[in-house]
């Protein structure tokens, strides 16, 4: 039987997380889209997740990340929900069978940023004195972070982004800065608050495989939506994406293990060639592999491939082992 014609007007629901950071990407999306289709019914649904609700656990201990993300895919794959809104760097590298990847829009700025408590004079990490405390929960800046600045003193910092914030800047906390991604600050209107940003040409920090893009994710099956959604898609961000998150894949680490990476298209336009380098450090900063790799791409499964080429060059380097004693280390899932 034909599908009645209304259907591509049902309403599209919009999932997400219900922190700022995460309404105002969604509200981005479903404004991108209603432009797309003037005449359709947009509705946001804003879910109190799992990763939400726990701020006493360093992320490490977690394991997967997919606490951000599998009540969310629930929803969607029983159809409460049509799309879910994601930072791509909160989606596991392997998504459950019975949703899909269905686009990557144009990514924000990818690097990490600094931001220093409001009452204090430094400027950058570079000026930060001996016992500076940074305040992050991420193994993957604090080491890179010990390994550039041994000098330097790390604390857990939890929480949305105006919470973590507020703990820097108030008198009374050890805190003299944090670190943050700078796509996730300027969302949610904090850039004048940025003293630095961080990559391989200052603070010398590589950033999380898809930090500074969304993913759109469906339900597998539902063609009517993906195509609609994919309208949204940015063909470098997607492939510069595609092939980071290969290699976390093919180094079977989430995103709370130490591997930092960095992607530029250079060359000509019309070359297409990424660079992408890629570091794996251990917790305390003492050991590390770093590699890099150009490779001209037009296609998903050339991102692919690429992303598990440089994985294999880490590996080849010695970053197997660092990771398999990070992963020795942790508290067991039971
Ligand atoms: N780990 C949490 C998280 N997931 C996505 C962002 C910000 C948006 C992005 O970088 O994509 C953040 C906060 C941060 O790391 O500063």
Known sequence: MDQPSHTSQRPLRIGTRRSKLAVVQTEGIRDSLQKLAPGRTFQIEALHTLGDKDKSTALYSFGEKSLWTAELEEKLTSGEIDVVVHCLKDMPTLLPDSCDLAAIPLRDDPRDALIIKASLPYNSLQDLPEGAVIGTSSVRRSAQLRRLYPHLRFANLRGNVETRLAKVDSPESEYTCMIMSAAGLERIGLKHRINQYLGSKDGGILHAVG????????????????????????????????????????????????????????????????????????????????????????????????????????????????????????????
């Open 211 to 334: 930090q500074g893009a969304l993913g759109l994710e469906i339900r597998k099956g539902d063609t009517e939506t993906q195509e609609f959604v994919n309208q949204l898609g940015d063909e470098k961000a997607t492939l510069a994406c595609l092939a980071e998150r290969s290699l976390l894949r093919t180094l079977e680490g989430g995103c709370s293990v130490p591997i930092g990476v960095e992607t530029e298209w250079v060359g000509q336009p019309d070359d297409h060639v990424l660079r992408m380098r890629a570091i794996v450090v251990s917790l305390d900063g003492t050991e590390s592999v770093e590699r890099s790799l150009d490779a001209a791409l037009r296609t998903n499964d050339e991102a692919t491939r690429m992303g598990s080429e440089l994985a294999a060059k880490l590996v080849d380097g010695g970053a197997e082992r660092i990771l398999r004693a990070i992963l020795a280390d942790r508290p067991s899932k039971e």
